[in-house]
C-alpha cells in the first residue's frame, strides 16, 4: 500500500512537472504581437511587414499587428522597441538604418545590445525614381539636369539614417551637388508627394517602387543592385551608369527587446523561418525585387551581420567626412 501511494504521489508530481512544461511551452504569445516599423504605413519596409506579419500568424497562433512609428530616419520607433517590455509581444521590423543611424546620431536612444537579434529577412535595392514629369528621360540627362540646376531640384527621404537619405546622399556626393532634401517619416508619404509632384526625387526600395514604375506614374532612372532586377529588366544598374562602386543593398532584420525570454525569441525564430516559407509571401516579395535569406534568418547571423556593419558605416562616414548630429 506504502509503496503504490509513493508511486502515485511520484506519477502525479511527473505529471504535474509535466502539465507545468506544456503549460509553460505554449504560454508565448499570450496575445497579439505587436510589429514596429519605424516608418510610415505605406512605405516599403511597412510592406514587407504586412506580409511577414501575415505569413508567420500561423507559427505563432496569434495575429501580428503591425505599428508604424516613424520619425528621425527610424530611430524613433527602434528605440521605442528598446524601452519595450520584453516579453516577446513587441519586436522590431528594420533595415540597413538600424546600423547607419548608430553613427549618423551622437544618441540614436539604442545600441546594438539593446536588442535581441531574431534573424537576417530579406535584401532589396533601391532605385532612383523622379515624378513622371520630370525633364530627365535618362540617367545621363539626370546627372545634366541637376548638375546644371542643382538648386532647382528636391530630394525626398525619410530622414537622416533611413536607406533614401544614405542613397540620396551618395548618389548627391558622387555628382559632387548638395541638393534640397525633403524628410519624411517614412517612404510612403514621400512617394505621394512625388507621385502629387510636389517633390523632384526620391532614391527607395524596390518594395515601394516597383508598382509606380510598372504603371508609369514615376520616372525611374537606375537600380542600386550589382546586377539588373529580374522584375525591371530594362532598368539599368548604377554601375552600368558609369556610378562605378555604386551598390547599396537594403538587407532587413528582426529583432527584440534585451532580456526577452528564450522561449519567446525561440518562436519568433520558428515563426521567421516559417514566414520566409510561405509561398505567398516569397511570390510577393520576389515580385516585388527582394531576395529572401531564410539560411541567414537566425540569431548568430543577424548579430554577426550588424557587428561587421556598424563599424564599416562608421568607418565610411568618417572617410567621407560626415558627421554625427
Ligand atoms: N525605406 C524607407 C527608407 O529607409 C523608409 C520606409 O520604409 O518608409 O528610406
Known sequence: MKNFTLKLS??????????????AAQSYPERPVNMVVPFSAGGPTDTVARSLAEAMRPTLGETVVVENKGGAGGTIGVSHVARSKPDGHTILLMHIGFSTAQSLYKNPGYSSDSFEPIGLVLDVPMTIIARSDFPANNINELVDYIKQNPDKVSLANAGIGAASHLCGTMFASALGVDLLTIPY????PAMNDLLGKQVDLLCDQTTNTTQHIKAGTVKAYAVTSPQRVATLPDLPTMQESGFEGFEVGIWHGMWAPKGTPKEALDKLQSA???GLADKAFQDRMAGLGATLLPERANPEALAAHVDQQVPQWAELFKKAGVEAQ
Open 10 to 23: 511520484a506519477a502525479m508530481v511527473m505529471g504535474a512537472a509535466l502539465l507545468g512544461g506544456t503549460a
Open 272 to 274: 521567421l523561418k516559417a
Open 185 to 188: 517619416k517614412g517612404t510612403g
